[in-house]
């Protein structure tokens, strides 16, 4: 599953290799990557083809092409879509689901999706033009990386939750764009437990916590800053937090790196949560 850190390499190439070129022609290989979009695959095709791709755009982990006509193709990666750009003679991916031809002649843009939970379809927009999104996305709430993100009201609407500190930093109504592991790494650095309740933080305690998540999330985006460079754009490609430094997540029974205690895995929510029992004591009122 694709991190926030990892779209947003994917949407900077976009913006590079596809923003302004018009849709000559799409070509649609498999019918479950466009099982979202009205009229499946003929529906896509008309709504494409012509059309001039105006920017890429992202909210959390949502990424979008506006069309000149103001609608919106909207890319659901699932578990394992890739967007990729590629020169037309490249030979095709095993699992090569949608391609898109440029007026251009130039690189196409490739949907590849091995599991097909992900698909493309045409959206309406919601909102204005500046500032709208996609009707799906509309429910979403901006990411800590969004510049019109709103600290304040965050820091109010999380201490109205009467949840825990991490149910509240996955909850994409709230805050947008932080997975599992971006949430431990960022609570451990400001030393908060995962079931802390969040109606017990204070102003300057989440201030601290939007800091780590912001500098989490920028480190893995300056180290995968490298690979939009390259001639393709690759959604699970080298931009890995895999490769990042991580200081929990991941490292049961490994010395904590500023106390040295064991870090702990606790299951949390069907997945995990790591933390070290030290730095990131358990409170006493738990919201589990
Ligand atoms: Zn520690």
């Known amino acids: 599953m694709p991190e926030l850190p990892e779209v947003e390499v994917v949407r900077r190439g976009l913006e590079r290799w ?39 755009r992202r909210r959390g982990k949502y990424l979008w092409l506006p069309t000149d006509d103001g609608e919106a193709l909207l890319a ?14 490249a030979p095709d991916e095993t699992h090569l689901r949608v391609r898109l031809r440029f007026t251009d002649g130039g ?64 909850d994409q109504s709230l ?9 431990d790494e960022a609570l451990w650095q400001v030393g908060l437990h995962y079931a802390r309740p969040t109606e017990t933080l204070t102003r300057a305690q989440v201030a601290r916590m939007l800091a780590a998540v912001r500098s989490v999330m920028g480190a893995a985006l300056e180290r995968g800053g490298t690979s939009f460079d390259s001639l393709y754009v690759n959604v699970n490609g080298e931009s890995g937090y895999f490769e990042r430094s991580l200081e929990v997540y991941g490292r049961r029974d490994l010395p904590c790196s500023r106390c040295g205690t064991p870090i702990r895995r606790d299951p949390f929510m069907n997945r995990s949560s790591y933390s070290c029992p030290r730095c990131q004591p358990r409170p006493r009122r738990a919201h589990w």
């Open 175 to 183: 805050v947008s764009g932080i997975g599992n592991i971006y949430a």
């Open 107 to 170: 690189r196409e843009l490739r949907f590849v999706d091995q599991r097909t939970f992900g698909g493309l379809s045409l959206e309406p927009m919601s909102g204005g033009t500046e500032d709208g999104v996609p009707l799906p996305v509309a429910h979403i709430a901006r990411d800590p990386l969004d510049a019109r993100f709103d600290d304040a009201a965050f820091a109010a609407a999380l201490r109205r939750r009467h949840t825990g500190v991490k149910r509240a930093l996955l």
């Open 18 to 56: 596809v923003a302004g070129r018009t849709v000559a022609d799409v070509e649609v290989l498999h019918p479950r990557a466009v099982r979202r979009q009205p009229g499946g695959a003929a529906g896509l095709v008309a709504g494409l083809e012509g059309r001039t791709l105006q920017a890429a």
């Open 76 to 89: 659901h990666l699932g578990m394992s879509g890739q967007l990729l750009v590629q020169p037309p003679d």
